[in-house]
DNA sequence: GTTTATTTGTGTCCATGAGGCACAAGTCCT
DNA sequence: AGGACTTGTGCCTCATGGACACAAATAAAC
């Protein structure tokens, strides 16, 4: 059966179903709002395009045929489940309030979530947002969070993953700094520039790069250490060495000039680098709270990429 | 939530079924035979009228949201149901082939329902008709009989019943007998007048009769017993005696002026009396054959009800 | 028996609205 | 940069669903 031969008689069988109900014609005719005749009318094509007689009737009495029977069985679940489809949609947007709790990364929450975050809130007043701003890697089930954004091309596989964004790690420096500094052309010059490390981790000094055909590894000196994206901007651009940043932190200074992007062709491996995961716990039927954010999230995540 | 309210709505949710399915607008629409700009309206229509966004849509992605993603799983019991109907109603008439076992007295199967099962069998010319005739009730699971016709007030419970339409004893004689006869004016003048009695039963000497008031038997006597109808109303119209017959057996004959209807005032109670029932074993989903049996039988005990 | 009210069904007419068409805007691929 | 394909919108046309009037049938009322 295809559906374009279906769809006119869908309508007939909540007809059907309401005549039935009723008990006759007018009945349902007064209870759909329209004539008798419009009523007796859609019942006679429902039956031509079925090719059975479902109601056997007199002017003074209505009953199903026995062949009608099944057939209305079927009209009366088909009505139900579009009534559950509007009731579902109805209470989609009546509760959506509640406490949602979501934990970000630092750099990211403070320059790129923060606006979204307060647009979200602005657009549903009764929800109250917990953010935890952290950059470990919360188990949304132990450490009671709802959602959990993060930077990875490894998103957690026991949990939905929704890819929100990309973020890449720029490599960058001052003009003044480059002004009275060698231009590097590959990785291996960085090991005589002073660079910017984020100084978390002991490894945090070896810089992995890669590009289509080889991947180097460079251990890299500095005498600033710092792990705050902007802090580190500043720094860069005061001319203190070469520094890495998110490419949301470095787009500004870039396009003012006051950044220079280095070794282009080479991707930098480390934390701060990959898709933007927004992970949450698989569950069929989701509070409304939950739901009204994960699409409020990857809809402005949409916005973001056709803008940019 | 009205069903004039829902009904508009049906069709754009089996729009919806089909592009989720079908992945983009374009393909649905050439699946549903229109444009795609017809069905990106009709999805709009919806959300419009369910309050929510169904599908985040760029122009070269769709996805569900997820508050979509339940009221289309609604949507898509609808159309299945929908489906399903149209289902039944096809395998409703294709298949309407097999043995089918009747059961029924032998006066009403000769003279009312013989010219039915003629007309039935020349409609379903597949079908096999098994019509045992015998006065005895039989037992539709034990005995292997798919429908039994009988005379009753009182149907046997534990099946599923259709009134198809009602048998009245008449008291007759014949215009000749009268003349010599003091025409009965009271059940108890039938004391002093040949009657003619089934003979079936040691009992059937005994009428019993009742008005609105009263109740009251009468032992009667005759030379002449027989069980058959036919052959009962000929000898009340060869002057016999006075005899009950079926309204139907008696009809003619009353209207040719052969006989006269005697004690109008007074019902016979008799086995020969009361609704004529089609009884047959519950249960939800019977073969074909058994329906178009039912919706044809009562089709035509709603004609006769018309034409009398 | 006659009337009256209510039922289903069938014409005819008309307004609503669904869909086609053309086009715009956006996106991916080459 | 250009081509192919996407979704979305304005405009117009025509099919269709429904109102209306009426007929036929039936049950109740009187």
Redesign the pocket.
Known sequence: MDTNKLM?LL?DMAILVTVVEQG????AARKL??????V??????LEDALGIKLLQ??????ALTESGKITFDYCKQMVESAEQAVNASRSATSTVSGLLRVAAPKSLANQVLRPLFVEFLKCYPDIQLHLKVTDRILDPIHDGVDFLIHINDYPIEALVNVKIGRVEQVLCASPDFLANHTLPTHPDDLKYLPCICLGENMTDNRWRFSNKNQKTTVEVTGSYLLNHSEMRRDAIEQGFGVGSLPDYTAQKGIEAGKLIPLLKDWHLQCSYHGDICLQYVQSKYMPNKNRVFIDFIKQKSLEI??DS
């Open positions: 006119p309508a006759n014609f007018s009945k709002g329209i004539t008798p005749s419009a007796s009318r859609q019942i006679s094509r009737r007199t002017t003074r009495q209505l990429q056709q």
